[in-house]
């Protein structure tokens, strides 16, 4: 049976809206904020943005120019566990003003670029091809987990919203992923997942009598599969063995298993 394609559009209208909140955050930063260190490790203001910047940069090469973005692939390989934080080295070198309209310029130009897509198409990535809701929907959750740690250094708490619903729904689908990066087998059986929203809504997913249950916050479920926050700080709650293990394993970004981040109080 054949599926209906994905809009995109809404997905795309919520990742402009997260993006426009953690530009407020930033715009009126001074030099000396912009180099506050941030939650992850090495990792100041200026290179959470630079990082956002880099990768908006390489989704409009997929979209675009797929020879160009097979170049950028080529250099990945090359070196698998530099180039992220290389390409963020980079870009947070340059003066705030230049990176903040540089982030501002790639953002604009991967969201036109995705509203113009042809239905039904598919882009290359660094993992397995993305339409572009999925594309969307990647960069959304980015954007609000840089965010998050951009929001930690300078001492804010960004009031959570339902746009969180992107990323619940990326982190359910990527249950799998998580298992198999782990080198571990994806359990056999859906899990129920039910999480409060923040507008007091109840957000579900699998099978109502599935034996293997999560459930708690949206907002937690979200810091746990970006690995923003360690388990043992948030409300979730697991029934099942695997359900358990998934919970200590989480991860909705593609690429090797995180480190995550340590419980609050523990030695840094």
Request: aromatic share 8%; net charge negative.
């Amino acid at each position: 049976m054949l599926h209906p394609m994905a809009d995109p559009t809404p997905v795309l209208d919520d990742l402009r809206a997260e993006s426009d909140e953690l530009d407020l955050l930033v715009a009126q930063l001074s030099p000396e904020r912009w180099a506050l260190v941030t939650p992850a490790p090495g990792w100041t203001v200026a290179h959470q943005i630079a990082h956002l910047a880099w990768t908006d940069h390489s989704s409009v090469l997929a979209v675009t120019d797929q020879d160009a973005f097979a170049r950028e692939v080529e250099k990945a390989l090359a070196a698998p566990g530099d180039f992220v934080d290389e390409g963020a080295e980079l870009g947070a070198r340059k003066p705030p003003e230049r990176l903040l309209a540089d982030w501002r310029a790639g953002r604009e130009a991967l969201s036109d670029a995705l509203r113009k897509a042809p239905a039904g198409a598919r882009f290359p990535w660094y993992g397995p091809p993305m339409s572009a809701a999925s594309m969307a929907t990647a960069r959304l959750m980015e954007t609000w987990a840089h965010g998050r740690d951009v929001a930690d250094a300078l001492g804010e708490a960004p009031a959570p919203t339902d746009r969180l619903r992107h990323i619940v729904r990326l982190g359910v689908r990527t249950r799998d992923f998580a298992f198999g990066v782990h080198g571990l087998p994806a359990p056999w059986e859906e899990f129920r997942v039910e999480l409060d929203a923040p507008s007091g809504a109840l957000w579900t997913y699998g099978p109502e009598d599935a034996a293997d249950r999560v459930t708690g916050p949206a907002l937690d479920f979200c810091l746990l599969v970006t690995q923003r926050a360690n388990r043992a700080d948030l409300a979730l709650r697991a029934e099942g063995p695997g359900a358990d293990r998934w919970l200590d394993i989480a991860q909705a970004f593609a690429g090797p298993p995180g480190s995550g981040r340590p419980p609050k109080g523990a030695a840094r």
